[in-house]
């Protein structure tokens, strides 16, 4: 076959040819459908991606219409084919084609890669761009000691929060018991103009002074906030909302010039010429530690390591000399130590096994080369703008179809298509920046920036989730927002009038403006250094905060299913439903017996 048509068999069992691409729309399905294991059949597949339900066959009816009905089977036959082409041509085509243009790899190797694989491929490019040497695959510290003694089993950071708070049906006409808390309600009083003008200056980029109808706003939302103040305990109709922090990870790392490099220690900065009293380029940030390990002392530990030193181990060879302690691999030595440890803490302490969570602070360099976050910055930016022209060519779009232009039309969906396989093949990169750090053997390796990151995820949603319970009811934290009901007379949106000729009108949702403010004024760092002059060395000090909360909603109902076991809740588990009874998201319900939709 490989003489013939140039095709040969690799050692993954998968048929590949250097001169032609081979793109298995299977692998598409498995790395990036997000579809649960028991749907990723062709059947299942088609149903859920392109809507419709194609020709299915009995198995054992097959032979017998071979002779009987052949035209039956042929129309099933071709029915597979149709099915796979237009999954490969609707998805898999130009989404990956899309992620060529980003990564350095051939397409079959950027459809069967892990996306681990595929970031660090980019950040070896961006890497040598910059003239920064590749570091060595991390390799883990065999048998690591607590810093009490104790032989660490794993360790790792706590990761982000999942919770659910409340379970019934909650709807847009259906009154809510609503308890507000009259000082909060001062608080944001006191803040509307504070909180309106960074809405304006620093999300919509509109200057303060261009706006037309500043005051009547302000007036407007205090009016409100002021009879919620007034009368705390209140039921009416609920509003439902998404609060979500757009593109959550990478704009905490961009927030705070997290890198893998830039985590140092006190030996580090000591060694650093910037290392000055006045200097403020070391940022100390919390993280989340979790380390299982063993109960045995370092003195057990010790004296563990020489009973072992005297023993005799078998061969490598068969016949061959038994072999002592030290001449073992390092990777046996450390295997034999932990079992033996294992066994006698089993003997002495009735117990293999002790978990510890700790909060610890970790050093952030802001003036190490800031590659990794221009890369993260770059892949955001872009994003954003392809999911821009995404939305302008899906209106077009629409417009085409109004009109009847049948051209018009294939020209704005095609380009809708382009768009949107680039805003997800950035989307499905910029997710990976944060993962990879914590990827066995990637050579841009920090548990510390990986736990950072979680952590002030986690911190952000905690905050939030503080100031929803005291103005109306949070229903459910994500990983990156939280459902909640708010009064219906709770501030809503409000248009922003300018005299600026590019946002003559904005609309703007008090919600999010104030989440917001929130997040301005606790997660800012105002310690963020930029590089000015590469030849004096010399850097400029600013304030940076990228992290804004969007707003989703409102929508006619949530459904939150209660769980079985008394005083528990079903985390992911709800089904929305939008103003004009459209299902709008529905998460844990699909999966059913062995993962089938």
């Known amino acids: 076959m490989f003489d013939e048509i ?40 088609t149903k859920a991606k392109l809507s419709y ?25 071709v029915s597979d084919a149709v099915a796979t082409y237009y999954l490969y041509m609707k998805y898999v085509h130009p989404f990956i084609f899309a992620l060529c243009t980003i990564i350095p790899m051939e397409p079959d190797e950027v459809l069967r890669k892990g996306s681990g694989t595929l970031c660090e491929a ?38 982000a929060s999942v919770e659910a708070l409340e379970s019934g049906v909650f709807r847009s006409d259906l009154p809510c018991r609503f308890k507000m808390d009259p000082e909060t309600c001062q608080f944001l009083i006191d803040n509307v103009e504070r909180t309106m003008k960074h809405t304006i200056e620093e999300e919509e980029g509109v200057l303060i002074d261009t706006v037309t109808n500043f005051p009547e706003i302000c007036e407007e939302i205090k009016v409100k906030l002021r009879g919620l103040r007034d009368i705390p305990n209140r039921v009416e109709n609920p509003n439902i909302y998404h609060l979500d922090v757009g593109a959550m990870y990478p704009n905490i790392i961009l927030t705070n010039r997290l ?6 220690d006190e030996a580090t900065c000591a060694a650093c010429d910037f290392n000055k009293p006045t200097a403020k380029c070391q940022r100390t940030m919390p993280w989340s530690w979790r380390g299982d390990f063993l109960p045995a002392s370092r003195n057990e530990y010790q004296r563990i390591l020489q009973q072992l030193e005297t023993e005799k181990f078998p061969a490598f060879f068969p016949n061959g000399r038994p072999r002592a302690f030290h001449e073992l691999q390092k990777e046996e030595r450390a295997t034999i130590e932990k079992k033996r440890l294992a066994d006698y803490c089993r003997k002495a302490y009735k117990k293999t096994k002790l978990t510890r969570t700790e909060v610890r602070l970790s050093t952030v360099c802001q003036r190490e080369n800031s590659f990794y976050v221009d890369t993260v910055r770059a892949f955001r930016d872009r994003r954003y703008e392809f999911k821009g022209l995404t939305k302008f060519w899906k209106r077009k779009a629409g417009e085409a179809v109004e009109n009847g ?9 095609n380009k809708e298509v382009i768009y949107d396989s680039l805003q997800l093949a950035h989307k499905c990169i910029l997710n ?5 750090v914590m990827r066995k053997g990637a050579r841009w390796y920090s548990m510390e920036m990986a736990g950072i990151v979680c952590y002030t995820g986690v911190q952000i949603i905690t905050e939030a989730r503080k100031v929803i319970d005291k103005i109306g009811r949070p229903l459910e934290l994500d990983t990156d927002g939280i459902w909640c009901v708010l009064p219906a007379s709770f501030p809503e949106n409000f248009t922003v009038k300018s005299t600026d000729a590019k946002k003559s009108k904005v609309t703007i949702a008090y919600p999010g403006a104030m989440l917001n403010m929130m997040v301005k004024d606790m997660f800012t760092n105002d310690q ?8 004096t060395l010399n850097y400029s000090l600013r304030s940076e905060n990228s992290i804004f909360f ?48």
């Open 432 to 436: 990976s920046f944060y993962g990879y």
């Open 528 to 535: 963020y250094q930029q590089l000015v002059d590469d030849t």
């Open 122 to 159: 980019l950040l070896m490019v961006q890497a040598f761009h910059a003239e920064i040497i590749f570091p060595n695959k991390h390799e883990a510290e065999l048998n690591k000691l607590t810093a009490d003694g104790h032989v660490l089993d794993t360790e790792t950071y706590v990761g």
């Open 405 to 413: 232009d049948v051209a018009e039309i294939k020209s704005a969906k």
């Open 259 to 264: 890198q893998p490099s830039a985590i140092v």
């Open 6 to 45: 140039g095709f040969i068999k690799d050692n993954q069992g998968e048929y590949k040819s250097r001169p032609c691409v081979h793109l298995d729309a299977y692998r598409w399905v498995k790395r990036d459908s997000y579809l649960p294991v028991g749907s990723q059949n062709l059947k299942s597949t």
């Open 53 to 77: 339900d194609p020709i299915e066959l009995d198995p054992e009816e097959m032979c017998r219409m071979a002779s009987e009905q052949p035209q039956v089977l042929a129309n099933y036959s």
């Open 550 to 597: 969007e707003v989703d909603g409102p929508y006619l109902s949530m459904i939150l299913p209660a769980a079985k076991e008394e005083g528990k809740k079903l985390k992911k588990r709800y089904a929305v439903f939008n103003i004009d009874g459209s299902l709008a998201e529905l998460k844990g319900f699909e999966v059913k017996r062995r993962g089938e939709l």
